[in-house]
C-alpha cells in the first residue's frame, strides 16, 4: 500500500504561484510514474502533468510553460511549481503514484486563483 499527501495548495491571485508538494508512504518501493490531475467543480479529473521515475515528463497543453513537474526519489516527493496562475487553475489537484500497475491517489489539496 502506497499513502500520498498533498499539501502547498491554497487562495491566490492571478498571476500569483504555488508550489504543491506530494508526500508518498507506506510501501513506496518501485513506485514508477507520479503524476498530478485535477478536478474543477461540475468537471472531469483531468491529467496536468506526470513525470517517470527517471524524470521523464509529460504536460496537458494547457499548462505548458507555466507549469513544472519534479520529484526527489531520496525523499519520496513529487512537487508542481505553477506559475502563472489563472482563475481556470482554480481546482482540487491530486496526487498520483503508480506501483506494480496499481493506481494510488492523494485526497487533495484545493487551489484557488482569484482576485
Known amino acids: 500500500q502506497v499513502q500520498l499527501v498533498e499539501s502547498g495548495g491554497g487562495l491566490v491571485q492571478p498571476g500569483g504561484s504555488l508550489r504543491l508538494s506530494c508526500a508518498a508512504s507506506g510501501s513506496i518501493f518501485s513506485i514508477t510514474d507520479m503524476g498530478w490531475y485535477r478536478q474543477a467543480p461540475g468537471k472531469q479529473r483531468e491529467l496536468v502533468a506526470t513525470?517517470?521515475?527517471?524524470?521523464?515528463?509529460n504536460y496537458a497543453d494547457f499548462v505548458k510553460g507555466r507549469f513544472t513537474i519534479s520529484r526527489d526519489n531520496a525523499k519520496n516527493t513529487a512537487y508542481l511549481q505553477m506559475n502563472s496562475l489563472k482563475p481556470e487553475d482554480t481546482a482540487v489537484y491530486y496526487c498520483n503514484a503508480y506501483q506494480y500497475g496499481i493506481a494510488y491517489w492523494g485526497k487533495g489539496t484545493l487551489v484557488t486563483v482569484s482576485s
Open positions: 513525470i517517470s521515475r527517471g524524470g521523464r515528463t
